[in-house]
T-cell receptor
Framework: AQSVAQPEDQVNVAEGNPLTVKCTYS??????LFWYVQYPNRGLQFLLK??????LVKGSYGFEAEFNKSQTSFHLKKPSALVSDSALYFC????????FGTGTRLQVTL | DGGITQSPKYLFRKEGQNVTLSCEQN?????MYWYRQDPGQGLRLIYY???????QKGDIAEGYSVSREKKESFPLTVTSAQKNPTAFYLC????????????FGPGTRLTVL
């Protein structure tokens, strides 16, 4: 069975500092991996995805993620956090059916 | 303006009542999905449909029913058999391939009184 894990319920970072939201996956075969963001009482918005090719994927709002096959990870990163980045972030992966992680709440403070 | 709409935004239901949540898309997507979101549990798949007049159960289909009579519409009925229906319900769509991201509606928050 495939699974996606987000080991941190919450990540706190100061504005201007780099941020990392962690994601590991257990998906057989070649995985397709996604990051989504959710603001309060809203639907999910797509940020970026890894399909194949370059392990560093760039997405919306300055976010990027690095696919690491040996560590089965797909961590979300941003060089300089903004207060407006505060939200709930979901990692998702699939080889046959899309599976979501439990989400990580990112809190960016001044 | 393309996208997915869900209605209503908030829904209150008495125990023992069935309710239907609406989901409409004008993205011309073949596949549509219903998820349930509970705090700390991420998104769980209820039902999905890859083509009109066909749908499959997801991980937590018990107590729910769907129909897909039109490509644009995928309504979800929460029946009285669903033990804990209070949750945030999200509808999504995509062109139907695994490597395409899903587009989500704004959600419906269902509360059972």
């Amino acid at each position: 069975a495939q699974s996606v894990a987000q080991p941190e319920d919450q990540v706190n970072v100061a504005e201007g500092n780099p941020l990392t939201v962690k994601c590991t996956y257990s998906v057989s075969g070649n995985p397709y991996l996604f990051w989504y963001v959710q603001y309060p009482n809203r639907g999910l918005q797509f940020l970026l995805k890894y399909i194949t090719g370059d392990n560093l994927v760039k997405g919306s709002y300055g976010f990027e993620a690095e696919f690491n096959k040996s560590q089965t990870s797909f961590h979300l990163k941003k060089p300089s956090a903004l207060v407006s980045d505060s939200a709930l972030y979901f990692c998702a992966g699939t080889a046959s059916k899309l599976t979501f992680g439990t989400g990580t709440r990112l809190q960016v403070t001044l | 303006d393309g996208g997915i709409t869900q209605s209503p935004k908030y829904l209150f239901r008495k125990e023992g009542q069935n309710v239907t949540l609406s989901c409409e898309q004008n993205l011309n997507h073949d596949a549509m999905y219903w998820y349930r979101q509970d705090p700390g549990q991420g998104l769980r798949l209820i039902y999905y449909s890859q083509i009109v007049n066909d749908f499959q159960k997801g991980d937590i289909a018990e107590g729910y029913s769907v129909s897909r009579e039109k490509k644009e519409s995928f309504p979800l009925t929460v029946t009285s058999a669903q033990k804990n229906p209070t949750a945030f319900y999200l509808c999504a769509s995509n062109p139907g391939t695994l490597y395409n991201e899903q587009f989500f509606g704004p959600g419906t928050r269902l509360t059972v009184l």
